[in-house]
């Protein structure tokens, strides 16, 4: 059964940085495409990044670009989600999602393409 924890939400100030993990157990990480998403008070779920199971493949949110940064690390069983130059509407619960890719390298930053999700990681910006 696949599992996702994330980690490394918290409390930071507008400009600061944080680096969200989701790590996986059972399943092999090579063969997952991941994503991560976010849900703000009163708003929708909405895709932030994702990357795919060969890591060159990569997409962001056009509000998140060249400030936000997704990479994996096989070794460990975690994909990470570097956020730097944070604002206070990037204030919102993060959740990772996870999918079976199969043979497809991409990655999608939809929802409902994924089948297995955590249970979220609090972020907040605000001075």
């Known amino acids: 059964q696949l599992q996702l924890v994330e980690s490394g939400g918290g409390l930071v100030q507008p400009g600061g940085s944080l680096k969200l993990s989701c790590a996986h157990s059972?399943?092999?990480?090579?063969?997952?495409?991941i994503g991560w998403f976010r849900q703000a008070p009163g708003k929708e779920r909405e895709g932030v990044s994702c990357?795919?199971?060969?890591?060159?493949?990569?997409n962001y949110a056009d509000s998140v670009k060249g400030r936000f940064i997704i990479s994996r690390d096989n070794a460990k069983n975690t994909v990470y989600l570097q956020m730097n130059s944070l604002k206070p509407e990037d204030t919102a619960i993060y959740y990772c999602?996870?999918?079976?890719?199969?043979?497809?390298?991409?990655?999608?930053?939809?929802?409902?393409?994924?089948?297995?999700w955590g249970t979220g990681t609090r972020v907040t910006v605000s001075s």
């Open positions: 999602a996870a999918v079976n890719a199969y043979t497809y390298g991409g990655c999608y930053q939809r929802a409902s393409w994924y089948t297995h």
């Open positions: 059972g399943s092999r990480l090579s063969t997952l495409a």
């Open positions: 990357i795919g199971q060969s890591a060159g493949q990569t």
